[in-house]
């Protein structure tokens, strides 16, 4: 393990947005990960774990901790059974899962994230999540210095939820998801229709973070679905879905292609903001700021952020 200083975590994100990180180093191994762990201990340093560097936004100010970039991608694969290291990507997954005939991971073709970031927030789409195809999690907590096995149903998973994103003592080394035998022919369709679909309604290849925004879920309790409703008969189209699409909400309000700075909400998807190039994280943020604002003073609804904000 080599830990390196002053290093810019721009070129380490898809956003391509953030300051520099005091102290920086890459792990592809279990021993590694420990070793740089209790070296940000021993130094009295914050931690932040880095995978590819989706839906997160980096401070102007970077980080003044230890920054690790998770390299553990190993992928094993046994009967049913997928071992997989946090950092693998979830693309890689599903190409390798798919290869050896197993299905139910197609979905996750078109999430530009890691294992371990989708596990931390549940990532979903095409109506599934995460938690549907996790068995177990290995994580390193910190404060009792071991490592340990957490099943799916003690990690608290919600709607883009779960027990990793308020207790940043559990480090997630690895996991175990349960998949089953599938039809290769199937399977590739699958991810063919569900490649198709993110690119003609996403901004795939631009520099953005995923969606900053999580969708309304009626269930919320703040929320009262009935005089919504009665009083916006446009939401009624989403009455028998769980949420309504932030995207509708912002483009609703017209506010597709507003920019602050070299910031900008997408004009193809409204919960997609895009780095125009050379864009500020403060640009980001008062665009984020912008939007809730608007929508809460229209709609009545407070907007909760998805996007992971990293600043020391």
């Excluded at 005091?22 to 995978?51: H, T």
């Excluded at 290849?205 to 925004?213: N, V």
């Amino acid at each position: 393990m080599k830990v390196l200083e002053d290093i810019d975590l721009k070129p380490y994100t898809i956003f391509k947005i953030g300051g520099r990180a005091r102290y920086f180093c890459e792990v592809d191994s279990s021993q590694e990960f420990k070793e740089a762990i209790r070296w940000a201990g021993k130094n009295n340093l914050q931690l932040f774990i880095l995978g590819i560097g989706s839906n997160v936004l980096i401070s102007d100010e970077g980080f003044s901790g230890l920054v690790i970039k998770n390299k553990l991608e190993n992928i094993k694969i046994k009967n049913t059974d997928v071992y997989i290291g946090a950092g693998a990507p979830m693309a890689r997954v599903v190409v390798e899962t798919t290869k050896a005939g197993l299905s139910g991971f197609e979905w996750a073709i078109g999430i530009p994230g890691t294992i371990g970031g989708s596990i931390r927030g549940n990532a979903g789409c095409f109506g599934f999540e995460t938690k549907d195809v996790l068995e177990s999690v290995d994580v390193f907590d910190i404060n009792k210095n071991t490592k340990y096995k957490i099943q799916n149903r003690n990690c608290n998973f919600g709607y883009r939820d779960s027990i990793f994103k308020h207790s940043p003592n559990l480090i997630i080394f690895s996991a175990l998801l349960k998949l089953r035998k599938g039809n290769l022919q199937k399977s590739q369709e699958k991810i063919s229709e569900y490649s198709k679909t993110r690119v003609a309604s996403q901004d795939i290849g631009a520099q953005c973070a995923g969606c900053i925004f999580k969708n309304v879920l009626w269930s919320r309790r703040d929320l009262n679905k009935t005089d919504l409703i009665k009083k916006f008969p446009e939401l009624k189209k989403f009455s028998n879905q769980k949420e309504i699409p932030v995207a509708f909400l912002i483009d609703d309000l017209g506010l597709k292609g507003t920019k602050i700075g070299n910031a900008q909400i997408s004009r193809r998807h409204a919960n997609y903001f895009i780095n125009l190039g050379n864009a500020r994280a403060q640009d980001v943020i008062m665009l984020i700021g912008l939007t809730k604002e608007r929508i809460q003073n229209h709609y009545g609804i407070l907007l909760e952020e998805e996007i992971h904000h990293i600043s020391s």
